[in-house]
């Protein structure tokens, strides 16, 4: 299809403008053609009015649990050891695959009404997430969280046969990476098998590391070290390496994360929730280091908003660090588009608006009372805009929502049938 977008304002994440004022951008199939004034020479087969609206790449959340929407605000006001142990972890024993598929879609929906296009996913039942994915139009990472147990060599096996079936396919929208859950769930030599299946699938890995104090102190007196520094000294971070969380690092710990070119993800509503504590996102972005933005499971969260994650990212480092310029709107920004495009090894592909790139973008309605008056707009976009002025996403030159509309799933039967299985679940 062809698509032109008309007299739109572009925030391109390019690295050179933050801002171009009036535009007009063209699609070609699945990528942007041209960017600039109106070609007589390329006829389109639709255009869309682009005033009074903004155009950006698609939003990335680059660490989440999409199935965990059945169990939002199911569990709240615990301490992260205590949700797990007693209430997530034997609650998730009992899922099954509808479970999965449906709890999936239901945040697919909340994610493509909030500008969000590509996701890194780490859950259960990895195909349903597959099959939703290529329903929905997105673009996502699959990854099957490995925690070790009798069952380890089994999980393993899952996730090569993941990798085989699903890794490439809908037209290149879905990935798939290895997924050891936490060095305190892995054992050293598991850690060191999921580091040889990556590199044999010549794919990343994804794992939380040091997301708690607790978990840090404990790495301490197993091993003698922090978890950083652990993974780092079984050779992990020696392929692609998404760290989910990173927020108890010291100096050492970011240093490695530089060396190994280690992508951390920002999870400020989670950890803020859950009284993890405060990454130091302005410290890791001024050595040179990708971070990249997510929002946990909405288990913990409890929503999908990257746009409240972009204004928490920005604004939690201001006060913790007791400087008004500490992770400024466009940094925010960055970590929820290009940054997590580099996270998820897609980079080249999406995560700016550039000639050439794939058409991963989405248009925001600014013809609201709480986005007057227009002064700056990447500001706006920060610290101003809600999931809900999101009026339009495009996915690889496909259009997934127009005048918020979802056009490729059925939003009434997922609520539906979401809430069913969220019910179903908790009485098994």
Request: glycine residues 6%.
């Amino acid at each position: 299809m062809s698509i032109l977008i008309k007299n739109i304002k572009l925030v391109p994440m390019d690295g050179k403008n933050e801002l171009i004022e009036s535009t007009n951008i063209y699609i070609v199939d699945n990528k942007i053609m041209h960017i600039g004034e109106i070609r007589e020479d390329l006829h389109v087969e639709k255009i869309i009015d682009g005033n009074n609206k903004i155009a950006m790449p698609g939003l990335i959340n680059a660490h989440t649990h999409i199935g965990m929407s059945l169990l939002r605000n199911f569990a709240d006001d615990l301490p992260l050891h205590d949700w797990l142990t007693k209430k997530i972890w034997p609650t998730e024993a009992k899922l099954n695959a509808d479970d999965i598929y449906w709890g999936s879609l239901l945040s697919m929906v909340e994610m493509i009404q909030g500008g969000t296009t590509a996701f890194c996913d780490m859950y259960f039942f990895m195909d349903e997430v597959g099959k939703g994915l290529e329903e929905s139009g997105m673009r996502g990472v699959l990854t099957r969280g490995l925690i070790e147990d009798d069952q380890a060599q089994i999980k393993l096996n899952e996730t090569r046969e993941l990798f085989k079936n699903w890794h490439s396919r809908g037209n290149g929208r879905i990935k798939v990476m290895v997924a050891p859950h936490a060095p305190y769930t892995c054992s050293p030599d598991f850690l060191k098998e999921s580091f040889k299946l990556a590199k044999e699938l010549n794919t990343g890995i994804h794992i939380h590391l040091s997301e708690t104090k607790k978990e840090v102190d404990d790495s301490s007196k197993l091993y003698g070290k922090s978890p950083i520094k652990h993974v780092y000294d079984l050779g992990l971070l020696d392929t692609h390496t998404i760290a989910a969380h990173c927020v108890h690092v010291d100096d050492n710990d970011i240093e490695i994360m530089r060396e190994k070119n280690v992508y951390p993800v920002n999870n400020p509503g989670s950890n803020l929730k859950l009284a993890s504590g405060f990454a130091p996102v302005d410290k890791m972005l001024k050595r040179g280091i990708s971070v990249a933005l997510g929002t946990d499971g909405s288990s913990s969260n409890n929503n999908l908003n990257m746009f409240e994650e972009i204004n928490l990212a920005a604004i939690i480092n201001k006060a913790v660090n007791l400087d008004a310029v500490s992770v400024p709107a466009i940094s925010a920004l960055e970590m929820a588009t290009i940054n997590g495009a580099k996270a998820l090894n897609w980079d080249k592909e999406i995560g700016s608006i550039k000639l050439g790139k794939k058409a991963d973008l989405i248009l925001i309605d600014i013809d609201k009372p709480h986005l007057y008056p227009h002064h700056n707009i990447v500001s706006s976009l920060a610290y101003s805009v809600q999931a809900s002025d999101v009026d339009t996403v495009i996915v690889d030159g496909k259009i997934i929502m127009e005048n918020r509309e979802i056009k490729t799933l059925d939003v009434e039967k997922i609520k539906f049938m979401a809430e069913k299985h969220a019910k179903d679940l908790i009485r098994r």
